[in-house]
């Protein structure tokens, strides 16, 4: 009985990321595995975005580009791509992100020894092809593990363990992709992890892009306090599903380091602020840090 390869959807949102896009794209097309697909989902770009993704298209039958109207976020990108994607399994990249050329090799090897539904790759921060730094390698190092749903999804309210993993395209599909604003991908990973069996580590690499300045989640944007709805679905969920207090403590101290980070940034933007928005912004935060406060006693 000859082996089944099965076949890997990988979910490209793009807006214009014209100044990655060439490495990217480079990064995927080079994988050591052939049996996947990329599905590109342009946001309906303005700069040479589309035009980097067909003269990519022309040459690789696996890159498929799709190009949906302008606006809402990653999340609702990748939901518009699922629709196309017929992969037996997901994975996602950022426009700017980097695979090392075995990740999906390695990933999908882990699934034939270990028989897992997700599979989690090496995760380390990229500035560029000079400067690198160690990120997040399976639990505190150890790739060894092998973890149920519902411990990958403890380990992933502190992002002990990380989201850019191998997932089962059917508990995807199952489950779904959150959207209801910027930070909705963080909650849908959770929610994966806890509807997932078992969660094991490759040695494969992915680059999570540093530095970028045009990235979404490095600008202020009234939608960063969609932060802070995660924390607070997430909390909700922990009561619901039977967690302890030690599960609630962890998702609370990211709730007020998210306060903080979102302080921080408002002080080293507010001088581009109007009097009138420095004021709603600042009376925003206030009144979160009013509506958390007994979580932080």
């Given at each position: 009985?000859?082996?089944?390869?099965?076949?890997?959807?990988?979910?490209?949102?793009?807006?214009?990321?014209?100044?990655?896009?060439d490495?990217?794209?480079?990064?995927?097309?080079?994988?050591?595995?052939?049996?996947?697909?990329?599905?590109?989902?342009?946001?309906?770009?303005?700069?040479?975005?589309?035009?980097?993704?067909?003269?990519?298209?022309?040459?690789?039958?696996?890159?498929?580009?799709?190009?949906?109207?302008?606006?809402?976020?990653?999340?609702?990108?990748?939901?518009?791509?699922?629709?196309y994607?017929?992969?037996?399994?997901?994975?996602?990249?950022?426009?700017?992100?980097?695979?090392?050329?075995?990740?999906?090799?390695?990933?999908i090897?882990?699934?034939?020894?270990t028989?897992?539904?997700?599979?989690?790759?090496?995760?380390?921060n990229?500035?560029?092809?000079?400067?690198?730094?160690?990120?997040?390698?399976?639990?505190?190092?150890?790739?060894?593990?092998?973890?149920?749903?519902?411990?990958?999804?403890?380990?992933?309210?502190?992002?002990?363990?990380?989201?850019?993993?191998?997932?089962?395209?059917?508990?995807?599909?199952?489950?779904?992709?959150?959207?209801?604003?910027?930070?909705?991908?963080?909650?849908?990973?959770?929610?994966?992890?806890?509807?997932s069996k078992?969660?094991?580590?490759?040695?494969?690499?992915?680059?999570?892009?540093?530095?970028?300045?045009?990235?979404?989640?490095?600008?202020?944007?009234?939608?960063?306090?969609?932060?802070?709805?995660?924390?607070?679905?997430?909390?909700?969920?922990?009561?619901?599903?039977?967690?302890?207090?030690?599960?609630?403590?962890?998702?609370?101290?990211?709730?007020?380091?998210?306060?903080?980070?979102?302080?921080?940034?408002?002080?080293?933007?507010?001088?581009?602020?109007?009097?009138q928005?420095?004021?709603?912004?600042?009376?925003?935060?206030?009144?979160?840090?009013?509506?958390?406060?007994?979580?932080?006693?």
């Amino acid at each position: 009985m000859s082996l089944q390869f099965p076949l890997v959807s990988v979910l490209l949102p793009v807006y214009n990321g014209e100044q990655y896009l060439d490495e990217t794209l480079n990064s995927l097309l080079a994988q050591s595995y052939n049996n996947f697909e990329v599905i590109c989902i342009n946001d309906s770009s303005n700069d040479n975005s589309l035009t980097i993704l067909e003269n990519y298209a022309q040459l690789d039958k696996r890159l498929k580009i799709y190009t949906k109207p302008n606006g809402g976020t990653s999340a609702k990108s990748v939901n518009y791509g699922l629709q196309y994607a017929k992969g037996d399994y997901f994975m996602y990249s950022s426009q700017d992100d980097l695979f090392s050329t075995d990740l999906i090799e390695k990933n999908i090897l882990r699934v034939f020894e270990t028989g897992a539904d997700v599979v989690i790759p090496e995760m380390y921060n990229y500035y560029n092809a000079n400067e690198k730094s160690t990120g997040i390698i399976g639990v505190n190092g150890d790739i060894s593990k092998e973890l149920s749903g519902r411990e990958a999804f403890i380990l992933s309210l502190d992002w002990t363990i990380h989201g850019f993993a191998l997932w089962l395209m059917n508990t995807v599909k199952t489950v779904g992709i959150s959207d209801y604003g910027l930070n909705s991908d963080e909650y849908s990973t959770r929610m994966l992890y806890f509807n997932s069996k078992k969660v094991v580590f490759s040695k494969g690499k992915y680059f999570y892009r540093q530095g970028n300045p045009n990235a979404i989640t490095c600008k202020w944007h009234i939608s960063q306090f969609d932060y802070l709805t995660t924390c607070n679905k997430i909390e909700e969920f922990l009561f619901q599903n039977g967690f302890g207090q030690k599960e609630i403590e962890i998702n609370r101290k990211m709730l007020r380091n998210e306060l903080i980070r979102l302080t921080l940034m408002v002080k080293a933007v507010q001088k581009d602020f109007t009097k009138q928005e420095r004021l709603y912004v600042y009376k925003k935060i206030k009144s979160a840090f009013k509506e958390n406060n007994y979580k932080f006693r």
